[in-house]
């Protein structure tokens, strides 16, 4: 069956999986506030759902997210002072640190922001071998989100981790399945399938086994994580307001390059 949901985000429950796809690829799946909202919300439902035991998410051969979309996202802070823990991308970052579940993603071709950090509560991901990794917080005069400050460098190694996410250049899928971020690279018209496909397996397993192992990996990290996002989002609601974000932000709208010298 397939679920109703809005047209950017497609959900599909089949055979004990649910399927959560990005589906703005003329916009390079960047992400609305809307589609946060949708996210966070099959996700949420999922966890009751007797009919969902595993939940994939996944973009397109050629995208997986651009991340935030600037626009919508602009729009929403004007008048504001940041990311009250209420909005739509906090709701879809704590549903994803909540859920109980296995969590599979597949991502191909640019995976930036947001589109890479929401994998560090992925259970398994897969990769697409034309995958560009990149964390471009610090470009856009911001912090890191989604508890990267606090997952990143327990999973790359602090250097690795504050080269990803001091710098904010890309890195490619090798270098991912090198740290343990992915666990396979395959060529990107295979990657949705191999992610469903594993997910298959997991849904014919006892889903009271699944969630206690998954508990009992993740141990007592939950609340950490949450903590973290919160401190991540206030500092990230403050330097919204900064004028290093400001002018990142008005160089990329007037497709420029951005001057700090004065931040």
Do not use: W
């Not at 996410?165 to 490619?172: A, T």
């Not at 993740?218 to 403050?238: I, L, N, T, Y």
């Amino acid at each position: 069956m397939t679920d109703t949901t809005q047209q950017d985000i497609l959900v599909h429950t089949e055979a004990g999986v649910r399927t959560i796809t990005l589906n703005r690829v003329e916009k390079k799946n960047s992400i609305t506030q809307a589609m946060y909202a949708a996210m966070a919300a099959a996700l949420t439902s999922a966890v009751d759902d007797a009919d969902v035991r595993v939940v994939v998410l996944q973009g397109d051969a050629t995208v997986f997210s651009a991340g935030n979309d600037i626009g919508d996202f602009l729009a929403r802070q004007s008048g504001n002072d940041g990311l009250p823990q209420q909005s739509p991308v906090f709701q879809f970052l704590h549903a994803l640190a909540d859920f109980p579940k296995p969590l599979i993603a597949a991502v191909a071709g640019p995976a930036v922001g947001i589109g890479t950090t929401m994998l560090l509560h992925c259970d398994l991901v897969y990769a697409g071998d034309n995958v560009a990794f990149s964390l471009p917080f610090v470009n856009l005069g911001l912090c890191p989100e989604a508890a990267s400050s606090l997952l990143l460098p327990r999973l790359m190694g602090y250097q690795r981790a504050a080269e990803a996410l001091l710098l904010g250049e890309p890195f490619m899928a090798e270098a991912a399945l090198e740290v343990g971020l992915v666990n396979r690279v395959v060529p990107p018209t295979e990657v949705n399938g191999v992610a469903q496909a594993q997910a298959a397996k997991l849904a014919a397993k006892p889903l009271s086994a699944l969630v206690e192992t998954k508990r009992l990996m993740k141990g007592g990290q939950r609340d950490e994580v949450k903590a973290k996002m919160a401190e991540e989002g206030q500092s990230f609601g403050s330097m919204l307001t900064q004028p290093a974000a400001r002018e990142a932000f008005t160089a990329f709208m007037e497709k420029r390059k951005p001057n700090f010298s004065n931040c």
